[in-house]
């Protein structure tokens, strides 16, 4: 027997005046949800609204739970399929040969920002003839996930053979270096959907310097090679409060003072291609369900052509800020990614940009609404507005209505 919502809970226009929500992590999401007007916590058994769990509470619970039409949580059942290494290649693999058949090569070649990758042990000698065709290229081993903080094996380890997987995969030698540092972008999408696909791109982002010169004749050195905070912030040299992170838009700003506008905006462009690939090439393997959403951080990293190679997604970004204007950037991007949640219900569901998100992929492409006239051509322009300059507060005071009980401010 479904258990409707009290009086209390019940809200106008189908949002809901109160909502309680579980929180599984104790970084910047605790403290958006907690200052959230009118979210309630709840602890352990409680009933729950919005789960903003791990991927260990999800894997323990997600089958066995009940789930209201309203209830939302902030992970895809199989996630996995696209934030485990090796699964993403495949999938990778497997929807390029797709389009190949279906659409021809150059579709395909569309699908060709991935380094040559392989899963070991599975496909050891398949990796060793490519290893012998290319003497002198450099390879990087890398888990196909990590383990958890309390060591315990993730379920899709599980599943694996009691054979530690890893995969292989061709370390790119020409990385675009700035000051000589090698460096990678995080930047994040928002899915409410996969089914149709609907896909939301952050403007705001970041690029991860290393805390070194970039030089292959260091390779054992991780401060040169691994762009990682965690692992730049052991380095003995390495300075808190200058960090090693900047903002997307200085770096979209930097690189089109060196290369020009319209280089940078065809790089931007292969990102944007990058995001809604690699989502498409998982569409029909991702179990969708109308209670999930997820919030992927991806990492890129550009070449000296300025090619970008995606490196990894994450189903679990970093949400621990490294710094105030870190903590600023993630506060924002998790509020923004609750307006779209959309649990109060204050949204039409027509929205192409929500704060700081724009609205990229739903069902299609999505373009911008620039009258065809202003442009002085009929081609469409893309949504996306990664690295660009935002008024976010000034787009929600117009988009969003107060929440209940709360005055315009």
Same mark, same amino acid.
């Given at each position: 027997?479904?258990?409707?919502?009290?009086?209390?809970?019940?809200?106008?226009?189908?949002?809901?005046?109160?909502?309680?929500?579980?929180?599984? +992590?104790?970084? @910047?999401?605790?403290?958006?949800?907690?200052?959230?007007?009118?979210?309630?916590?709840?602890?352990?058994?409680?009933?729950?609204?919005?789960?903003?769990?791990?991927?260990?509470? +999800?894997? &323990?619970?997600?089958?066995?739970?009940?789930? $209201?039409?309203?209830?939302?949580?902030?992970?895809?059942?199989?996630?996995? $399929?696209?934030?485990?290494?090796?699964?993403?290649?495949?999938?990778?693999?497997?929807?390029?040969?797709? +389009?190949?058949?279906?659409?021809?090569?150059?579709?395909?070649?569309?699908?060709?920002? /991935?380094?040559?990758?392989?899963?070991?042990?599975?496909?050891?000698?398949?990796?060793? $003839?490519?290893?012998?065709?290319?003497?002198?290229?450099?390879?990087?081993?890398?888990?196909?996930?990590?383990?958890?903080?309390?060591?315990?094996?993730?379920?899709?380890?599980?599943?694996?053979?009691?054979?530690?997987?890893?995969?292989?995969?061709?370390?790119?030698?020409?990385?675009?270096?700035?000051?000589?540092?090698? /460096?990678?972008?995080?930047?994040?999408?928002?899915?409410?959907?996969?089914?149709?696909?609907?896909?939301?791109?952050?403007?705001?982002?970041?690029?991860?310097?290393?805390?070194?010169?970039?030089?292959?004749?260091?390779?054992?050195?991780?401060?040169?090679?691994? @762009?990682?905070?965690?692992? !730049?912030?052991?380095?003995?040299?390495?300075?808190?409060?200058?960090?090693?992170?900047?903002?997307?838009?200085?770096?979209?700003?930097?690189?089109?003072?060196?290369?020009?506008? &319209?280089?940078?905006?065809? *790089?931007?462009?292969?990102?944007?291609?990058?995001?809604?690939?690699?989502?498409?090439?998982? !569409?029909?393997?991702?179990?969708?369900?109308?209670?999930?959403? $997820?919030?992927?951080?991806?990492?890129? *990293?550009?070449?000296?052509?300025?090619?970008?190679?995606?490196?990894?997604?994450?189903?679990?970004?970093?949400?621990?800020?490294?710094?105030? &204007?870190?903590?600023?950037?993630?506060?924002?991007?998790? &509020?923004?990614?609750?307006?779209?949640?959309?649990?109060?219900?204050? *949204? @039409?569901?027509?929205?192409?940009?929500?704060?700081?998100?724009?609205?990229?992929?739903?069902?299609?492409?999505?373009?911008?609404?620039?009258?065809?006239?202003?442009?002085?051509?009929?081609?469409?322009?893309?949504?996306?507005?990664?690295?660009?300059?935002?008024?976010?507060?000034?787009?929600? !005071?117009?988009?969003?209505?107060?929440?209940?009980?709360?005055?315009? @401010?």
């Amino acid at each position: 027997v479904t258990n409707l919502p009290s009086q209390q809970t019940a809200g106008h226009k189908g949002g809901r005046s109160c909502i309680r929500y579980r929180c599984g +992590l104790t970084n @910047t999401i605790q403290d958006v949800l907690n200052q959230r007007p009118g979210w309630v916590e709840v602890k352990d058994d409680g009933e729950w609204d919005l789960n903003w769990c791990d991927v260990g509470w +999800l894997r &323990e619970n997600f089958d066995h739970s009940y789930m $209201e039409e309203h209830v939302r949580i902030c992970h895809f059942r199989n996630h996995y $399929e696209l934030t485990r290494k090796n699964l993403m290649v495949k999938n990778l693999k497997r929807y390029r040969k797709t +389009l190949e058949r279906e659409a021809g090569r150059l579709e395909a070649s569309k699908c060709d920002f /991935f380094p040559c990758t392989f899963v070991l042990p599975s496909e050891y000698h398949i990796f060793v $003839e490519e290893f012998k065709r290319s003497p002198g290229s450099t390879w990087i081993m890398k888990p196909v996930s990590v383990y958890s903080s309390d060591g315990s094996r993730s379920e899709e380890q599980k599943d694996e053979a009691q054979v530690e997987s890893y995969v292989a995969q061709r370390y790119i030698e020409n990385p675009y270096l700035i000051a000589g540092r090698k /460096f990678d972008l995080r930047v994040y999408v928002l899915v409410t959907s996969y089914i149709a696909l609907k896909a939301w791109l952050y403007r705001d982002g970041f690029a991860r310097f290393s805390n070194t010169r970039f030089s292959l004749s260091s390779i054992d050195d991780q401060y040169v090679h691994l @762009t990682n905070v965690a692992v !730049q912030k052991t380095s003995p040299d390495y300075d808190p409060e200058k960090g090693c992170k900047w903002q997307m838009q200085q770096l979209r700003q930097y690189l089109t003072a060196k290369h020009g506008f &319209e280089t940078v905006q065809t *790089l931007f462009k292969e990102i944007d291609n990058i995001f809604i690939r690699s989502l498409l090439s998982v !569409q029909k393997t991702i179990i969708n369900d109308k209670h999930c959403f $997820e919030l992927y951080g991806y990492d890129i *990293l550009l070449d000296q052509d300025l090619k970008p190679w995606l490196i990894e997604v994450n189903a679990s970004p970093s949400l621990t800020a490294s710094s105030q &204007e870190d903590y600023d950037l993630k506060y924002r991007l998790l &509020e923004d990614t609750l307006h779209i949640v959309d649990m109060e219900g204050r *949204l @039409t569901g027509k929205e192409k940009r929500v704060g700081v998100f724009d609205l990229m992929w739903n069902d299609g492409p999505v373009h911008m609404d620039v009258g065809l006239e202003a442009l002085g051509s009929s081609c469409l322009v893309a949504n996306t507005h990664l690295g660009c300059v935002n008024d976010r507060q000034k787009q929600l !005071q117009q988009l969003l209505k107060p929440f209940p009980g709360q005055k315009r @401010t």
